[in-house]
């Protein structure tokens, strides 16, 4: 089937930088949309930003907590979805997940189905 993989988590001092990477690998037909969700301790998953590829042009959106702080880039060339995390500050501590809408070959015939990655965690602290 489909496998996402996320690196880059890890523990940054706040104004610090991280970016996420999510590599997708299977039998991959297409990718519409990938997107980072996050879960803070205690706290329900949200969405933080969504990049859709159409006609070659991608458009996102962002959670309005990080929009100008946060930004969402794809490869799809190497089916790679990338979170670019500027001034980063305590409360964007969490469990980051890359999902991805992904069209595939299975068997005799494509599907489309929601793909999620394992979680990667960013910890944001002095």
């Known amino acids: 089937q489909v496998q996402l993989v996320e690196s880059g988590g890890g523990l940054v001092q706040p104004g610090g930088s991280l970016r996420l990477s999510c590599a997708a690998s299977g039998n991959i037909f297409s990718i519409n949309t990938m997107a980072w969700y996050r879960q803070p301790p205690g706290k329900q998953r949200e969405l933080v930003a969504r990049?859709?590829?159409?006609?070659?042009?991608?458009?996102?959106s962002y959670a309005e907590s990080v929009r100008g702080r946060f930004t969402i880039s794809r490869d799809n060339a190497k089916n790679t979805v990338y979170l670019q995390m500027n001034s980063l500050a305590a409360e964007d501590t969490a469990d980051y997940y890359c999902h991805a809408h992904v069209t595939y070959y299975a068997g005799h015939a494509y599907r489309s189905d929601d793909f999620w990655g394992q979680g990667t965690q960013v910890t944001v602290s002095s």
């Open positions: 990049i859709t590829s159409h006609s070659n042009t991608n458009y996102t």
